[in-house]
Structures are given as structure tokens and as C-alpha cells.
């Protein structure tokens, strides 16, 4: 097994290299010398099924894996029952998008604690994932892994052990891993091959090594305050961390092939080969 790596959405040298359509990021990932690609819902599922179709052609014909980025505004333990409901609706959105394209992973932040202690937020937003794998089952797309992502923000649900809680609602959901928003949140605390090595733990214990080996992975630098998450940076940035050398070295040492997204602020794609250049290296020496 090894890992993938590739872009969240298209970086600045995407337009710059002449490209200007999302159905052609797989052509340029693959010549990038990168083999995954993240479609950015964030805002909102606005896809065709014909451009999707086009999209997933392309990422077969370059070898390029698929991942989908569900939006952002997704609700998982909102005090509101609409908003939560809402929020089925959107994950389902995003999974027929995912079967025209062939995207096998859909990430989800889960959201805000709804004014809950987070024990109560956790409980209730496994109770809406569990609607949200009942619903892809309905329509036939139980073949693709929901993917609950860590959050940065330290007032947001979803630290690990959260994001491991959620993970138990079905064992075809996989944990999105962003160490950026780990490192965040716990004000450098994944500064350390220990600790990057404790989250791996953390997983396979919770989990099982299959699942822990086959995360769902985000990484960039990013600048943190007293809240947790303030922003991303490039990896230029020599303040924050964490260190993505770090990380591949616990990941091989685990034996782990996550699919690894970097999300650097403007140099995802750069960022990213700068990854898989290093992670080639390590592994077949």
C-alpha cells in the first residue's frame, strides 16, 4: 500500500499553467506528478451530472483519486432539527456528484456544538450521520465513505476522540485526519513524531488498524491562536507547523496509505508534490 497526494480544489499555478476548468484538473495533477485531487463543494454542490461524468473520465484516464469536500455549512448537532435534516440533504447532494464523478470519500465537517457540552453535540451528531449513511443507502450509494474531519477551531466539534466516536456510527466511515487543524487546536501540540504517533494510536485503537491504515488525510501549515485556527499558510511558513517529514515518517512506520490533501493557502498542488517528493524518497530507501 502507499499513499496518494494531491490538491484541494485549483491553486494559483492551476490558472497560471493555463488551465481554467475543474473537468481538467486531473490532467494537470497528473503532470504535476500527483495522483488525488479533492473537488471543493464548500460553498455549495454546484456540479452537472455531465460535468461530473467528464470529471470522473478524467481522473481515470490520468490515474488521478477522487475525494469531494462536502460544504462547509453542514450542521451535524445544530439545535435545530431543520438545520440538521438540511444537512442529510446536503451529504446526499454531494454523494450523487461523488457516484457520477467516481469519488469514493466525501469529507464532512461536522459543525458547531449547537450550544450542547460536547459529549450531547457528539451524541447528537452521530445520531444525523447515521440518517446520512441511511440515506446513501437508500439511493443505492452505500459504496462511498463519509469522511468526519478533525476541526481546527477548539469551540467546533470534532477533535479525534470525537471524530473517532463518529467514525463508530458504521464501519465504512473513514476519519478525515488534518493535522494542520489538530496541530491548531491543540496550540502546537503535534510537534513531535510521539505525537504524531499518538494520533495514529489513537485511531487503530478506536477503530482498527484497516481503518487506521486507510484514512482520509488533510495537511497544510496553519497559523493558530489562543481559539485554535486562524488560518492557512504555504509551506514557506517556519513558525507553525506541523512538520509534514513528521508525519510521512510516522506514516510509514505505521504503515498507513491515507490519501493525503494538502490545503496550503494559494500552493496546494506545489505543497503537495514537495510530499509525495519526500515521501518517495523515505520510503524506498
Not at 40 to 45: D, E, R
Not at 47 to 66: C, D, F, H, I
Not at 175 to 193: M, Y
Not at 225 to 246: A, N, W
Request: with cysteine.
Amino acid at each position: 500500500m502507499t499513499a496518494r497526494f494531491g490538491p484541494a480544489g485549483n491553486c494559483d499555478d492551476f490558472y497560471e499553467a493555463g488551465y481554467k476548468a475543474t473537468v481538467q484538473a486531473p490532467q494537470y495533477v497528473m503532470e504535476k506528478g500527483l495522483d488525488a485531487y479533492e473537488v471543493q463543494f464548500g460553498h455549495g454542490v454546484r456540479m452537472s451530472q455531465p460535468t461530473a461524468e467528464k470529471l470522473g473520465e478524467n481522473a481515470r484516464k490520468y490515474g488521478v483519486a477522487l475525494s469531494i469536500h462536502a460544504p462547509y455549512y453542514i450542521s451535524l448537532a445544530s439545535a435545530e432539527e431543520q438545520k440538521r435534516e438540511n444537512s442529510v440533504g446536503y451529504i446526499l447532494q454531494t454523494a450523487r456528484v461523488a457516484k457520477w464523478c467516481g469519488a469514493t470519500r466525501i469529507v464532512v465537517h461536522p459543525g458547531g456544538l449547537g450550544k450542547l457540552p460536547r459529549p450531547d453535540a457528539t451524541a447528537l451528531a452521530a445520531v444525523t450521520l447515521k440518517k446520512a449513511v441511511d440515506a446513501l443507502d437508500a439511493e443505492g450509494l452505500g459504496d462511498i465513505h463519509l469522511c468526519p474531519e478533525t476541526m481546527g477551531k477548539i469551540n467546533q466539534l470534532g477533535d479525534l476522540s470525537e471524530v473517532i466516536t463518529l467514525c463508530r456510527v458504521d464501519e465504512r466511515l473513514l476519519p478525515t485526519i488534518d493535522f494542520g487543524h489538530l496541530n491548531a487546536r491543540t496550540h502546537g501540540g503535534l510537534g513531535s513524531e510521539k505525537a504524531i504517533e499518538r494520533v495514529f494510536d489513537e485511531i487503530e485503537n478506536g477503530l482498527g488498524r484497516e481503518r487506521m491504515q486507510r484514512i482520509h488525510a488533510h495537511f497544510s501549515k496553519i497559523e493558530y491562536s489562543k481559539g485554535g485556527e486562524v488560518r492557512h499558510l504555504t509551506f514557506e511558513d517556519e513558525q507553525f507547523g506541523p512538520s509534514f517529514e513528521q508525519v510521512l515518517h510516522v506514516t510509514l512506520r505505521k504503515n498507513a496509505a491515507p490519501v493525503f490533501i494538502c490545503e496550503s493557502a494559494g500552493t496546494q498542488a506545489p505543497d503537495a508534490l514537495l510530499m509525495k517528493q519526500y515521501y518517495d524518497r523515505i520510503r524506498l530507501k
